[in-house]
């Protein structure tokens, strides 16, 4: 076998017995190869969670239906499911403001094909980065948030988004707050990075006031977007440590760092199914 396709299989359900062999014995039965499967029971809240890699063309049928004889198990033990195709990229709309490292670092991974994603557009409130976008022939959209018509500025932005057939939209340093309109449209699909200082440093210049304080930590969370502002389920986080010879420049450059790595990480486990929800928390099989 030669083809590396694979159908994506993720799930969520009350734990009991039995799960793991009835999804199993469908694959067996049916002569898959299952390449990786991943499980977890989490103890308090007495829910199972599971994602399982089959290699396409082991089964004898495609994907729709594979979903349809899914479907009575899926019933059997009340899961919350979703089957995927690693032949079908998902679509990433990328929204950007004025600071442009996260929106650089993307479009390098994309470029390059280490990050394996369509991105049928990038938005902006701005129009610093047309010529950049334009140049990896991608369409540029800019869309002003003026104070007193941002409702008006969110629908366009969610009509482009349905329009461009978008699956995750990326605030890569997008520094507006949406709508909760906009947040409960799409929960679970909009994905945002930010400094990890909050709640301690709220507002303008937040590494300057991490120094000022003197910090010894300093980190990025990348996260689900949901109506409370960057409360939304964690998909990743990372941190560094510091000293008292680094300087604001340096903590702002470090910080710069961190935020397009754990966002680019973050981003490759939602595209790979690798994140299930669960009330406000995250199950992430890496």
Request: glycine fraction near 4%; hydrophobic fraction near 40%; charged fraction near 25%.
């Amino acid at each position: 076998m030669t083809d590396n396709r694979r159908f994506i299989l993720s799930l969520s359900c009350p734990d009991g017995v039995g799960i793991v062999a009835a999804v199993s014995k469908l694959v067996a039965d049916n002569r898959g190869w299952i390449i990786e499967a991943q499980h977890h029971a989490d103890q308090e809240a007495r829910r199972f969670f599971m994602r399982q890699e089959i290699l396409a063309e082991s089964l004898p049928f495609e994907i729709d239906e594979f979903r349809q004889r899914f479907a009575t198990i899926a019933e059997q033990f009340q899961m919350d499911w979703a089957i995927s195709d690693s032949a079908q990229p998902k679509r990433v709309v990328i929204l950007v403001s004025k600071s442009g490292h996260c929106l650089y670092d993307l479009l390098s991974r994309w470029k390059s094909g280490e990050l394996v994603v369509d991105i049928p557009a990038v938005i902006s409130n701005h129009e610093d980065f047309r010529s950049l976008v334009e140049w990896h022939d991608i369409p540029y959209y800019h869309v002003p948030v003026p104070r007193e018509q941002k409702d008006l500025a969110y629908e366009k932005i969610a009509h482009l988004f349905d329009t461009l057939q978008g699956d995750v939209m990326v605030l890569a340093r997008y520094m507006q707050i949406l709508s909760r309109q906009i947040c409960d449209r799409y929960p679970g699909q909009i994905i945002n990075i930010h400094h990890s200082f909050l709640p301690s440093f709220v507002g303008a210049k937040p590494y300057h006031q991490a120094y000022q304080r003197g910090v010894k930590l300093i980190g990025a969370t990348c996260h689900y977007v949901t109506e409370a502002l960057d409360a939304g389920p964690i998909i990743d986080q990372d941190v560094l440590r510091i000293d008292h010879t680094d300087a604001t420049a340096d903590l702002v450059r470090y910080g710069k760092d961190i935020e397009k790595t754990v966002l680019a990480r973050g981003l490759r486990y939602h595209v790979e199914d690798r994140v299930l929800l669960h009330r406000n928390k995250t199950i992430v099989f890496r």
